[in-house]
């Protein structure tokens, strides 16, 4: 086995991200000679330690960081401000901080002033998740064969960023970096748009009148069934990165509802040609994704 990247790993929120990483770290032995889990609640620990996926619980973040060599914010985006304040004085000198928020601008904004001197912040976001939450929806093959990005400012240690690169790739993920402004833009088309639209298109289903709406739940085609998958994310975690995430998300938004109104002109002047064009660009945009085994 290869010797432990880090001596103690620290994992300030213990839902499907950080009980996944958790889990692994537990199994593989080779990413932290120990693994420490906080969150909020005692229960959400009290959870953590029947499953038996961190060698200690601690409630208080300022405890649970203590002593590590490598601290990974695990929590809803929104909460990084508060949980960085809390933690900033306990950080261990030459220790990294990292995070797996879907966010990068906003977490740079709100945790890289709270970094002490001689503490090494790598921001990153592995690009893997469920519709679940909590310390039970966690599994090690998450992160099997999916892209984690690594968004670290200018100037930031190599050495760490070489540590949390090796970290991620021990969980099985590929890893990339990009520069945060970049990410949040890319993750607004790829991810949080379509969420916006799977939270938009379930609420209007859900505004229709009595009789239709059953309909709507007995006879949802697979269609509206894939949106409802989508829709049945955590409220915190993705009202977090709308709020975080705003002005990339109000852009790709403002363009999908341009094309969007194309499209409906399209419909109502029966231009085929239109119509037909979009939808072999949805096929091929599917194909490839096959190909680049990210289906
Ligand atoms: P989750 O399953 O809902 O777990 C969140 C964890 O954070 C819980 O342990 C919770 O503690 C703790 N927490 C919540 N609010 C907190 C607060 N105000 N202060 C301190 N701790 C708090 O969430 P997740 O899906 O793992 O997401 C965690 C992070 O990963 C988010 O930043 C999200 O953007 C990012 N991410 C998510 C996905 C995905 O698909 N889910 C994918 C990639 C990245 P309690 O249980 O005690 O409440």
Redesign the pocket.
Known sequence: MAEPLFRRLAL?????????VARIAMERRDIAAEVV?????????D?VLHLGIADRVELD?AKAVAGADCVM????????A??AEAISPHLAPGAIIT?????KVSVIRDVGPLVPAGVHFVPG???????????D??FTTLFQNRWCLLTPPPGTDAEAVAKVRALWERCGAMVDQMDPAHHDRVLAIV?HLPHLLAFTICGTADDLEGESRKEVLQFAATGFRDFTRIAA??P???R??FLNNREALLEMLARFTEDAQAMARAVRWGDAAYIEDKIHRGRRIRKSLIELKQA
């Open positions: 300030l929120g213990i839902g499907l991200i950080g009980s996944s889990a906080n969150a909020r609640s005692q229960a959400t620990l959870r973040p914010l695990c929590a809803p985006v929104g909460a990084y508060a949980l995070d797996v928020g879907s966010t976001h592995p690009l893997a998740g469920t519709e679940y939450s909590g310390p929806a966690g991810s994310s955590d915190v975690m993705w977090d990165i």
